[in-house]
């Protein structure tokens, strides 16, 4: 029985900050930015936005009335959580507006947490053929005004259907899951923004990838060849050219040359958004999907990697008719018509997050047009509405 994802949607703010801006106001040359680190734009998320609203929404916009009848399990991938005990799935499913009978989780391991919330959505759906999963990898990517990691901020959400019978790519095994206990990036308890030794963090992505990739050729021959493309989780989409290059080495064959227009193509949306955390490489894939020369029958490896650290080395094969499975012009229409902001607007609204305040607030609903949103905190409960 073939299982995988079936359907796949996106939303993220509709709000964003130009970094050749940001680069001017921190005295920076703007090619650092654009080409140094490859990010372009940068989504800034209001504070009526979260991972609840933002998840739901990539959810809502691609599902159909009778997925939502049947949809079994809500997993939440997140490191932006919202309650240490609550998981916002719940939130999700009411906003969702699913039956009680579902089953309601939230995974964390930094950025890894979406791969987790697939493997274990493929195995229960191997379980149980009728389970349809639905998996949000949701998170808002905060470093601090003025930080190195500032230009690798963003926001988002990917919404991905899991079941058996997909239409756009089935998971393939063997994976290879590969854990270091390192201290690369983590945010202690109370603490809105991460602290992160970035250079450090980059090497050990690199050598984790370099490490799973060369197991997973132990266990299945793979060459290069046997792959159309390889994606890789993006906090900067340099990150992905580093990690391909250090694979390549300066290899200029037909495959090596393929592979780097495939990560080109598998750039173009992280450029737009930033960093999502648990979102980047599934944002990736979908920037894949869109822009790279796929064919069905065709695989993909995709490299997952969460700080502290996590990663996951592991494949997936397109299915006939993948690029008519999912809302492609919505994708790029939604990406295309955000509002630009200026730098002092971003700031302010990076100022204005709630944070761990847990006081009565009222949030102001007056530039957030979303479907769904936080509308404040009352007896340190959070209240969402749906329009
Ligand atoms: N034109 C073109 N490129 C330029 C440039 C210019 N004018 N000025 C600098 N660059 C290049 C540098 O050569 C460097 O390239 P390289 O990485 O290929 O060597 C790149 O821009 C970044 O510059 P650098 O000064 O090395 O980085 P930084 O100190 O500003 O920090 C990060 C960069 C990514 C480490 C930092 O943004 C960060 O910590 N981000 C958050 C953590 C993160 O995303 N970790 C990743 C693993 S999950």
Redesign the pocket.
């Known amino acids: 029985m073939k299982i995988g994802i079936d359907k796949i949607g996106f939303n993220t703010s509709s709000y964003y900050l130009d970094l050749t801006d940001l680069a001017n106001a921190r005295g920076?040359?703007p090619?650092?930015y654009?080409?140094?680190?490859g990010q372009e734009k940068q989504a800034v998320v209001l504070p009526t936005q979260d991972i609840v609203t933002m998840g739901t929404m990539a959810a809502d916009q691609m599902l159909t009335d009778a997925d939502r009848q049947t949809i079994t399990t809500v997993i939440v991938a997140t490191e932006s959580g919202i309650d240490n005990s609550k998981a916002s799935a719940i939130y999700v499913k009411t906003l969702l507006g699913l039956g009680d009978f579902v089953r309601t989780i939230e995974f964390k391991e930094a950025?890894y947490a979406g791969t987790a919330a697939i493997q274990a959505a493929k195995g229960l759906v191997s379980a149980n053929p009728e389970e349809h999963v639905l998996v949000i990898a949701a998170d808002i990517a905060r470093?601090g005004l003025n930080t190195?990691?500032?230009?690798?901020q963003g926001g988002g959400a990917v919404a991905m259907l899991v079941t058996a019978n997909p239409r756009i790519l089935s998971i393939e095994g063997p994976s290879v899951p590969i854990t270091r206990d390192v201290m690369?990036?983590w945010r202690p308890l109370g603490k809105t923004e991460a602290i992160?030794?970035?250079?450090y963090?980059?090497n050990?992505?690199i050598e984790m990838f370099l490490e799973a990739f060369k197991r997973y050729q132990e266990l299945t021959d793979d060459d290069l060849t046997d792959f159309t493309a390889l994606a890789f989780?993006l906090?900067?989409t340099?990150?992905g050219k580093?990690a391909l290059e250090a694979l390549l080495g300066d290899e200029d064959s037909l495959i090596a040359e393929k592979l780097r227009a495939q990560l080109t193509a598998s750039q173009i949306l992280n450029r737009k958004v930033g960093?999502l955390y648990t979102g980047s490489l599934y944002l990736s894939l979908i920037s894949l999907l869109i822009n790279g020369e796929l064919a069905a029958g065709e695989k993909i490896g995709l490299f997952s990697?969460g700080?502290g650290a996590e990663g996951e080395f592991y494949t997936v094969t397109l299915q006939a008719g993948f690029e008519t499975a999912f809302d492609k012009d919505l994708i790029e229409s939604n990406l295309e018509t955000r509002t630009k902001i200026s730098v002092a607007e971003y700031e302010a609204i990076f100022n204005s997050q709630l944070g761990m305040n847990s006081e009565d607030i009222e949030l102001n609903l007056d530039n957030d047009i979303s479907k769904f949103r936080l509308t404040g905190i009352q007896n340190q409960k959070r209240i969402y509405t749906k329009k």
């Open positions: 920076v040359d090619n650092k654009l080409i140094g680190i950025c470093y190195p990691g500032e230009v690798t690369d990036f992160v030794d970035g250079k963090s980059t050990v992505y989780h906090p900067f340099k990150m580093k960093n990697y700080s």
